[in-house]
Structure formats: C-alpha cells, structure tokens
C-alpha cells in the first residue's frame, strides 16, 4: 500500500519553474499549472532520461529541456514532441511516470506506492496559528536514522534558542495510532544547578515519530502543558543515505512568563527553533538506542504492530 | 596473573539468575506505594510524575492532596478513559509521610497504608525535615538496575573514589539477608582510608575508620534505606527512593539526613549527588542499553557480587509470582515493621 509523503512547501513551487525533490530516494519534479494546481511527475525524460525538473513550465505542461518534448501533469502523457510533421502524432503510450499530488496547510504531498491516494494528509495535521518560519534542506543522515534519533536524541537535529533539551525522558514512548510519543525534560539555558539536578524540568520536548512515513511533528511545552513552539518536519529518503527534510513551525501565543533571553530574541524576530541539516556524527553515534527500540519492534512485526508497543494498562509483570 | 573463577555460592546464584535472562528493563512489579514527590514540592499547582511509564499529576486543592492520571483542568474530560489503577476514578491512593507523598501503583483495593516501608530515622508526619536535606538526581538507567548499582558495592571504590574513598582496607565483609520483599546488605569493612568528603568537610582526621554499613532494599518499589556508620565520624542515614520512569530512566527524591552530623557536613554533604550521580550515569547510560539486547553471554560475578545476584534472584522470582497473578505479601514481609535493628541504629 502506498503513502502520501510531504515533499515540498507550497511557496518552493511557483511560476514557470519546477522544483526537484526526491522521495523515497525517487528523484520527481513537482511544478504547477496555470491555475495553481500541483502535480509530480518522475525527474526523467522517457525519451532520453534527462532530468525534466530544469525545463520550463507550458500550458500544456512540464517541457523537457534537451528536446523540448511536454508531459501533462496529471496524466503524464507526452503532448508535444517539437518539429512533428502536422500529419504526425504522438503515440499515446509516450508517457513520463506520473504521481499523485494535492497539498495542504502549506506542503506538497505526493503519493508514492500502490492503491488509491488516502483522503487524509500527513499536513492536515498541521494548523499555523502564528508567524510560521519554514525551511527545507538535505540532512547528512540516513532517513530512518532520523527518524530514531528524532526520539533517542532530538537535539542532534533541532535547537530551540535558550533552550537545553536533555535525555530524561518522561515515561516511555506511547503509542499514538501509527506515531510514538515521548516527551522528554528541558531546561532554560543559564538557570539554576543543570538540568540534570532541577526538581522538575520547566520545559518539556513533545516529538511525535511515525512508524512508517516521514510525519514528524515537535513542541516545545510549558510545564504546564502550554504549547510554546510546534514544528512540523516533512522527511524522507534522499539519495545516497541522506534525509530530505521540509519544515514549517511557528510560535504560540505565550502563556506562561518566559525567560528574557527567548522574550529578546523573539521580539527582534529571530526563529524560536533551528532544524540542523549537518548533523553531528559523533553526537549521534554517542547516543545510546534507547525509545527508538520501540519503534523499531513495531516496525519490524508489521503483523501485530500494536503489541509490540504494549499500552502502559496491560503491561504483564515480567 | 592467575584467573580465579569464583563459582561460589554468589556465582551459582547468578548463573541460576541468568538462566532467567535477567532483563531488569521490565520488571513491573505492582502492588506497592512509590515516595513520587517530596511533599514540600507539591502545592497548589499541578507537578507531573511518572511512574512505569504513566503519569501521575500531584497538586493541593484547599489543603487536601490529590494524585490523579490526568491534569486537573483535564480530569473531568479524560475521566472516562481512566485506568485501573484508579478504579476507573482518576484518583490514585495517596499518603504522606516521611516528608514524601506515597502514590498506590496497583490495584488500589490493595492500597493500604502499612504496606508503605519503614523508616526510623525520619519524622513519620515529616515534620522538621530541612530542605537541605533533600536532592532530586536522575538516573539514566531503569530502576532496577540503578539498585543494582546502589548494592553493588566494588564499584564505589573505583567509580567514586574521589569523594567516596578508595578500595583499601585491612578487612572487608560483606552479608546478605533475604525475605520475600526485602534484601539487606550489610558491609563491614575495618581500617578504611578515611573517606575525602568526610575527611575534608566532616572533621575527621583520622587516617583510617571503620564502616558498618547497611542498605535495606524493597524489591517492589525500589525504595532503598541506607544506614553507614562510621567510626571515628557518625551515620549518615539516608533514603534512595528509585522511581521507575520508564525503561530507559529512574528519578531519586534522595533525602540524606545529615541533621546529626557536623556543620558545614550536614549541609555539603546531601549535594555529594552532583558528583557521584554523572558518574555512576556514566556507566548507567551504555549498560542500560545493553541489558535490551538478548544475548548468550551471561554475566560474570566475583563474591562481591552476592547481594546483587540475591537482588536479581529475588526480582525475578516475585516477578513471576506477579505474572501469576499473586500481588500479595508473603508472611515473611512486613514492610512497616521497625527496622531500627535491622540497620543497627545506635540509641
């Protein structure tokens, strides 16, 4: 069964240019047509390979830039093949491998994989409610790497200014449908003995990983449960053993009295999170496997993936 | 340099245990009162806890304790999906003494107050206990195999050597009582080097000193109360409650009752934690992770190890007994009885 992937930000694709992300380590162009709507396509010409993300956009769709041969977006059927005879046409096989793509709350998802698209989103999940600060890149870790250390070790892969997020994890990963939760404690830099000796942490790191799929939503919280800062990361497989990454977040409406370093900071519009794309290597290969267990039990007994991860209620005593 | 093997008695015992495939992660025994909180730290604002992985919420509302699932600005919403370990009220049985509030983790039918430990040398109401006193550390280990390091004795003299003091001694003896619920170790070691904590901040000049020192254990709740009594010096009585987090984290609300022992001892002594606890953190972080990998490889010991092979014995059988699901205490347990002799209080 196939899955929408997030892979891009609606603002990354306008105009007459394509935008080239890579998927599930495929390579697809995504671009749209006049009125907006969006649409993938494989990044490979059918007639000589190349690359289509570079050619320009036509009304009748993507053109490739070596023979300026035209897909439809939504069907993917080759429309135009230059210098034809009028009595010429195209065969009706001629065709770039085409993707589902809809979009939502700001990202571009693509179907990847068998069946029919599922009606929900992975960024229907995501509600902005505040100034968003957004991003993408390609991280120098493996996607399912990211996705583990996401748990056992966020602060390999995200900041929050002021912030010193540490590995106390509060309880274990739960399940939440198809995600594990975990929050962890966290401290405001410069105050008090360490984080590692506070009574009660002030802050909270909430990361919400899928098993499967690249959904990976982040909050910085109050003590009091007070949502601070959400981030919704988009990841998936590149090439080569790297992450592509998207990202939108925003900061809430405080309501909880903050520290003045992170009031400062806001104030002259600094973003109140960091997504790294050069990831420490050291840092991750220091940190033990530790909640990502979990996940990775749950993944590998797809049969009985529930059980795998048992609800705090039915656990047995050994 | 010859090897010894030292199949003793400890060494059979942790050969039986290993055969168990000791795997302290997950343990979850219940039917047992866990000290979550300091009772000075709970007020009118609500304090997240967390014992095996579910939250408790502790705040004070018109001067009555409440220990709930859920937040209480959420309690009346999320009511429904409240546990068993509840009753289906949202309210967990709670109980404060000795200066800490006691939360029922089980059936709460079976919650009664005798069955919180014992011990002598605090205030039961709690009263008059100072702050100093008290020091939250956390562990990067489950609780169980933080207890192992609390009653692993050798490590002391290499990990912490520097506030703790070194291995050297002209005798060192170590035994080992059971019940059902309880190991005690008891350590009596003669002419050993003066610790560099108490030789510096605690007065004593002497070169060497002796050590009677006695740690009770509760299997079930993982709280641990430590009575080391030095001579020359004085006993630093103390209580480390492990609260298990989750598989990978304890919490100790440590409460070091120095009150007896000298100025400026009583009040440096109880933040010795902000040294000893990253370094046995140290070592916690990577053997934690390991003991989650299934292995042939069975634990070595030496003799040293006899309490904590007797520890990992004793957890797995009441484990099993547990998963059977007999939640009772044996006739031999008997956790509010005094233990005054036991931990061989002087007066």
């Known amino acids: 069964m196939g899955r929408w992937w997030a892979v891009a930000l609606s603002e990354a694709v306008q105009g007459d240019k394509a935008l080239a992300v890579t998927c599930e380590g495929e390579q697809l162009a995504v671009f749209r047509d006049g009125r907006g709507a969006v649409f993938a396509l494989e990044d490979r010409c059918p007639h000589r390979r190349v690359p289509l993300s570079p050619g320009p956009v036509k009304p009748a769709g993507l053109q490739c830039p070596y023979h300026g041969w035209t897909f439809d977006g939504a069907t993917g059927l080759c429309n135009d093949i230059p210098n034809l005879r009028r009595d010429e046409r195209v065969p009706a096989r001629y065709a770039a491998r ?37 991003g993408s890149a390609v991280a120098n870790i493996a996607f399912e ?38 929050d962890r404690g966290a401290v405001w830099k410069g105050k008090g003995n360490g984080p590692a000796f506070v009574r009660d942490h002030s802050l909270w790191v909430r990361t919400r990983v899928p098993l499967t799929g690249g ?29 592509s990454l998207v990202w939108r977040g925003f900061l809430h409406t405080a309501p909880a009295p903050l520290s003045w370093r992170w009031r400062m900071a806001r104030a002259i519009g600094r973003a ?46 050994v | 340099m010859s090897e010894v093997p030292m199949m003793d008695a400890a060494g059979r015992e942790a050969e039986v245990t290993s055969k168990r495939d000791w795997v302290p992660i997950n343990l979850d025994l219940r ?22 992985a579910q939250d408790v919420y502790l705040w004070r509302d018109g001067g009555r304790l409440y220990a709930a699932e859920f937040r209480p600005d959420r309690l009346e919403a999320m009511r429904a999906g409240a546990s068993t370990f509840t009753n289906g009220s949202g309210f967990y049985p709670a109980v404060e003494r000795y200066g800490y509030i006691w939360a029922w983790y089980g059936n709460p039918d079976n919650a009664h107050e005798e069955l919180i430990p014992n011990i002598p040398f605090l205030p039961p109401d709690g009263q008059g206990i100072p702050r100093y006193t008290q020091r939250a550390v956390r562990f990067d280990a489950a609780s169980p195999l933080s207890v192992e390091n609390l009653i692993d004795l050798t490590h002391a003299d290499f990990l912490h050597a520097n506030a703790i003091g070194d291995s050297q001694s002209e005798n060192d003896v170590v035994e080992v009582h059971s019940t059902s619920e309880t190991v005690t170790r008891i350590r009596n070691v003669t002419r050993k080097s003066v610790a560099p904590v108490m030789r510096w901040i605690g007065g004593v000049r002497a070169q060497y000193q002796d050590l009677r020192a006695v740690l009770h254990v509760h299997l079930r709740n993982n709280v ?15 209580v480390q409650p492990f609260v298990p987090v989750g598989k990978h984290r304890s919490r100790v609300d440590q409460t070091n009752y120095t009150v007896h022992a000298p100025a400026p001892f009583r009040w440096l002594m109880p933040r010795i934690s902000y040294v000893i606890q990253p370094q046995d953190n140290s070592v916690l972080r990577p053997q934690n992770a390991r003991y989650f990998e299934s292995t042939e490889r069975r634990d070595l010991s030496s003799r040293f190890d006899g309490p904590g092979n007797r520890y990992r014995l004793l957890m797995v059988r009441l484990a099993e007994r547990q998963q059977r699901g007999d939640f009772g205490y044996g006739a031999d347990a008997d956790p509010s009885a005094d233990i005054s002799a036991v931990l061989g209080m002087r007066g």
């Not at chain 1, 910085?220 to 990361?233: G, H, K, N, Q």
């Not at chain 2, 039917?31 to 095996?52: K, L």
């Open chain 1, 145 to 182: 790497q990211y996705l583990d250390v996401m748990l056992d070790g966020p602060e390999c892969l995200l900041s929050f200014p002021s912030v010193h997020i540490t590995d106390f994890f509060l309880g274990d990963a739960r399940r939440d449908g198809g995600h594990l939760v975990l």
């Open chain 1, 272 to 317: 109140p999170f960091a997504i790294f794309p050069h990831i420490d290597g050291a840092a991750v290969a220091a940190l033990e496997v530790a909640p990502s267990r979990d996940r990775r039990l749950a993944k590998t007994d797809a049969s009985t993936p529930a059980e795998r991860v048992v609800p705090v209620q039915e656990r047995c005593a």
């Open chain 2, 224 to 238: 641990c109360i430590s009575y080391p009594n030095f001579t020359p010096g004085y006993p630093i009585p103390n």
């Open chain 1, 215 to 243: 959904d990976i939503r982040v909050e910085l919280l109050s003590a009091d449960e007070d949502p601070l800062v959400t981030i919704f990361i988009a990841a998936s497989e590149n090439r080569r053993g790297t992450t």
């Open chain 2, 31 to 52: 039917d047992t009162w866990f000290p979550v909180a300091y009772s000075a730290d709970i007020g009118e604002r609500a304090v997240r806890r967390i014992v095996h």
């Open chain 1, 98 to 134: 085409v993707f589902p793509a809809s979009e939502a709350n700001g990202f571009i998802h693509v179907w990847r994989g068998k069946g029919t698209p599922a009606a929900e989103l992975p960024g229907a999940s995501y509600r902005a409610a505040g100034r968003e600060h957004t």
